[in-house]
C-alpha cells in the first residue's frame, strides 16, 4: 500500500509539481533580483520554499525507512538507509544557512547603505599628475 500512495503522490500529481517547480523559479528570479537591488524582503518566498523542501525530504526519509522495513530486516540496509538520510539531509540544512547568511548579509547591506552588487562611484574623476605637468 505504500508503494501505491507513493506512486499517487508522485506519478498522478504531475500537474501540481509543476506547479510547484514554476513557483520555485519564480521564487529564485525574487530572491536574485532582491540580492541585486538590496531588498531583502524578496528573500522570504524562496526561504519559505526552501523550509517546505526541507519538510519534504523528511518525508521522504520517512517513506524510505518504511520500504526498508517492510522488504529487508537487514542492518546493513537501515545503516544505508540511515547514512542517505542523514548525508541528504545535512547538505540541505548547510545550504539553508548560507542562504540565511545570505539573507542577513543583504538585510544588513540595506540597513548600513554598503552594497556589493551596487557599485557607485566614491567621488568625482580627478585629473592626473602628468595632465598639470603639460598644461604648465
Not at 26 to 48: A, D, E, Q, R, T
Not at 55 to 80: H, M, Q
Request: aromatic letters at 14%; glycine letters at 4%; a positive charge.
Amino acid at each position: 500500500s505504500t508503494i501505491i500512495w507513493i506512486k499517487g503522490v508522485a506519478c498522478d500529481m504531475n500537474v501540481v509539481w509543476l506547479v510547484w517547480a514554476i513557483a520555485q523559479i519564480f521564487s529564485v528570479n525574487l530572491m536574485f533580483y532582491g540580492i541585486k537591488n538590496v531588498l531583502w524582503y524578496l528573500y522570504i518566498p524562496h526561504f519559505v520554499f526552501r523550509c517546505a523542501c526541507l519538510l519534504l525530504l523528511f518525508v521522504l526519509c520517512y517513506i524510505i525507512f518504511a520500504r526498508v522495513s517492510a522488504v529487508s530486516n537487514t542492518t546493513g540496509s537501515y545503516v544505508i538507509a540511515s547514512a542517505l538520510c542523514i548525508l541528504i539531509i545535512a547538505v540541505w540544512i548547510y545550504i539553508m544557512l548560507c542562504e540565511a547568511r545570505c539573507l542577513h548579509f543583504t538585510k544588513r547591506s540595506a540597513e548600513t547603505g554598503f552594497s556589493v552588487s551596487q557599485t557607485r562611484q566614491f567621488a568625482p574623476p580627478t585629473t592626473s599628475l602628468s595632465d598639470h605637468a603639460n598644461g604648465v
